[in-house]
């Protein structure tokens, strides 16, 4: 009897010890990775020009880059005490949420490159770019040798949009993605 009573001992101190081993590399392998978004001032540097497509130009000029700026007109203070929004609409999370990227994104996730000024900027449609900014990196997912996903790189779709494009917005108006895709289509050259 004590005999069994040793084995099973034996038996279960090695299943905690095995349990404790698995759970603790659980905890370091599949945690997912923390991402941080970098604001455009880290995009444009590869993403300006003519030659690469023009991308910087193209966001410039869309009404993503002054979503932020035109939460301070005074149409948007008349939209936003229609909806029932108190205060600056620049100062509010109903409106930045939308106006602002990464606005309810923790503070640990953001540089300090990211600034409201840049209102919808590349990562609000790209995903935070700490990872996947570097020439190498992008070169390679081109390629194929590495996957975006894998370093926080998204191909916006129209679940990303609608995000805020939806109802929810004072000002929505109906939307269709394959139309606004294109309007704010900006391709990547081959190079």
């Excluded at 099973?8 to 404790?20: A, E, H, Q, R």
């Excluded at 978004?37 to 020009?49: D, E, L, N, P, Q």
């Excluded at 894998?150 to 779709?157: F, M, R, W």
């Amino acid at each position: 009897m004590k005999r069994v009573v040793a084995i099973l001992t034996v038996i279960t101190v090695l299943f905690m010890m095995v349990s404790v081993v698995l759970v603790q590399d659980t905890k370091t392998t599949d945690a997912p990775k923390t991402f941080k978004y970098i604001g455009v001032s880290k995009c444009k540097m590869c993403h300006k020009g003519e030659k690469k497509g023009n991308i910087l130009e193209i966001w410039t000029k869309s009404k993503h880059a002054t979503a932020y700026a035109t939460l301070a007109t005074d149409s948007a203070k008349a939209v936003a005490k229609k909806a029932g929004i108190k205060g600056d609409p620049q100062q509010t999370a109903e409106c930045l949420v939308c106006h602002v990227t990464a606005h309810c994104i923790p503070a640990e996730q953001k540089e300090a490159t990211l600034t409201l000024e840049e209102g919808v900027s590349c990562e609000a449609c790209h995903g935070p770019g700490s990872e996947y900014k570097g020439m190498k990196i992008m070169k390679d997912i081109y390629t194929g040798t590495a996957k975006g996903v894998d370093v926080g790189l998204i191909e916006p779709n129209e679940t990303v949009c609608v995000r805020c494009h939806n109802p929810k917005s004072p000002t929505y108006k109906e939307f269709k993605f394959e139309v606004e895709a294109k309007n704010i289509a900006h391709p990547v050259p081959k190079e």
